[in-house]
């Protein structure tokens, strides 16, 4: 898969989760992680879309963390740079998944986030067009969705354990400080600045 300006990174804030007694993958806007070890992944999701994919036979598993850029002039066509960014970010996890010995038949995806918590943007609700284009990306690859949790006006914190597929979701009803709003503010403008291009090999 070749792509120029791409904004999807393999997580690196690996640490020890002493609630859970495991190692665990942080995950920031625009990285994606996946494991075939007893670990956990974890992310904090505003208006951005997390989903979390395994094969349910052999317990590898992983998370991406994305938003599509804002689509200006581009409209919603399929091939906007934003379609094609949201489907990179997925494409990305998936192929990494298949090439670490994951089957596409036994693939099932979990959902989560798209809340309306960022302004400012030009297009509709930028979290309802992230969710929108998770649930018809999944539809169109025919993988199943066992769970979702999207949409609504709260940011979640996400828990995912790869081996088992459980999913932990809390929503946070209070923000102490404004760290996620920014780094996702952050996350848009870079996205608004580095255009997707090039080519995409799907397989």
């Given at each position: 898969?070749?792509?120029?300006?791409?904004?999807?990174?393999?997580?690196?804030?690996?640490?020890?989760?002493?609630?859970?007694?495991?190692?665990?993958?942080?995950?920031?806007?625009?990285?994606?992680?996946?494991?075939?070890?007893?670990m956990?992944?974890?992310?904090?999701?505003?208006?951005?879309?997390?989903?979390?994919?395994?094969?349910?036979?052999?317990?590898?598993?992983?998370?991406?963390?994305?938003?599509?850029?804002?689509?200006?002039?581009?409209?919603?066509?399929?091939?906007?740079?934003?379609?094609?960014?949201?489907?990179?970010?997925?494409?990305?996890?998936?192929?990494?998944?298949?090439?670490?010995?994951?089957?596409?038949?036994?693939?099932?995806?979990?959902?989560?986030?798209?809340?309306?918590?960022?302004?400012?943007?030009?297009?509709?609700?930028?979290?309802e067009?992230?969710?929108?284009?998770?649930?018809?990306f999944?539809?169109?690859?025919?993988?199943?969705?066992?769970?979702?949790?999207?949409?609504?006006?709260?940011?979640?914190?996400?828990?995912?354990?790869?081996?088992?597929?459980?999913?932990?979701?809390?929503?946070?009803?209070?923000?102490?400080?404004?760290?996620?709003?920014?780094?996702?503010?952050?996350?848009?403008?870079?996205?608004?600045?580095?255009?997707?291009?090039?080519?995409?090999?799907?397989?």
């Amino acid at each position: 898969m070749s792509w120029e300006a791409a904004e999807e990174h393999f997580a690196s804030n690996i640490y020890y989760d002493a609630t859970f007694k495991c190692d665990a993958a942080k995950l920031l806007p625009g990285e994606y992680y996946y494991t075939d070890k007893e670990m956990l992944i974890v992310t904090v999701l505003g208006s951005c879309v997390s989903a979390c994919i395994r094969d349910r036979v052999k317990g590898i598993g992983g998370m991406n963390h994305f938003m599509l850029p804002d689509p200006g002039g581009d409209g919603d066509s399929p091939v906007s740079p934003s379609m094609r960014y949201g489907t990179y970010a997925m494409e990305i996890l998936i192929n990494d998944l298949l090439k670490a010995g994951a089957k596409r038949e036994n693939l099932e995806a979990k959902v989560f986030g798209g809340g309306n918590v960022l302004k400012g943007f030009s297009s509709i609700n930028v979290g309802e067009r992230n969710a929108q284009f998770v649930r018809d990306f999944l539809r169109a690859e025919r993988m199943r969705v066992v769970a979702e949790d999207l949409n609504d006006v709260y940011p979640r914190k996400v828990y995912f354990f790869p081996r088992t597929g459980k999913v932990l979701v809390r929503k946070i009803k209070e923000l102490r400080n404004s760290t996620l709003a920014q780094r996702e503010a952050e996350y848009a403008s870079r996205l608004k600045v580095n255009t997707v291009c090039g080519e995409i090999d799907l397989f």
